[in-house]
């Protein structure tokens, strides 16, 4: 975590206090830890860095559905219980261009936490930008422009959301696809749009209940949203 002599190993807890510390200091620290390993250091989450807004960078590796790694290993609660957190950013990346953007932006981000969530395994073999980009907090991105069906993706299905898309085009449904990017602060007004502009509004996540699906239903029950149809 800190130095050769200095590791925290396998003790979470400890990880996320020496991540702190480092923060307290001036230093920017990047904490990397699984998914279901992040769930141990809860505690020292909330006490020494949200409540602290400290600037420590959460790396989430092994974030959603795992496969062959089994149940155990499924990163499916981290966005719930870190979207609640005071003061914390929530990123996922779509892919392994937007997660270097995703790891830049962490890495310029002096105001509090923040964390990005990236899964097991390989690349969607897009092609890589030379440098990662600052995405602006809170803001997605416009990937398709339909009409009828809006599907707001957050994380690493996107993939999976174009080629639905591609499969219900001989049907005549051509629906509008956004990224998300952001769980935590929400892009009220890419959200807001797609709810006002299309007749239904999906969302994809890698993820349980209480994550990014239910902060957007949160968002637009607040707007009068449901009240309008």
Known sequence: MVSPSRRSGRWRLQAVRDAAGLAAEGYKPFAAIYSTFLQRAYDQIVHDVAVQQLPVRFAIDRAGLVGADGATHAGAFDIAFLAN??????????????????????????????????????????TMPERGEVLPIGKGRMIAEGRGVAILSFGTRLAEVQMAAEALAPQGITPTIADARFAKPLDRDLILRLARDHDALITIEEGAIGGFGSHVAQLLAEEGMFDTG
């Open 85 to 126: 957190l005071p003061g914390m950013v929530v990123m996922a990346a779509a892919d392994e261009a937007e997660l270097r953007h995703m790891v830049a932006t962490a890495a310029a981000h002096d105001a509090g936490p923040i964390a990005f969530r990236f899964p097991r395994g390989e690349g969607t073999g897009v």
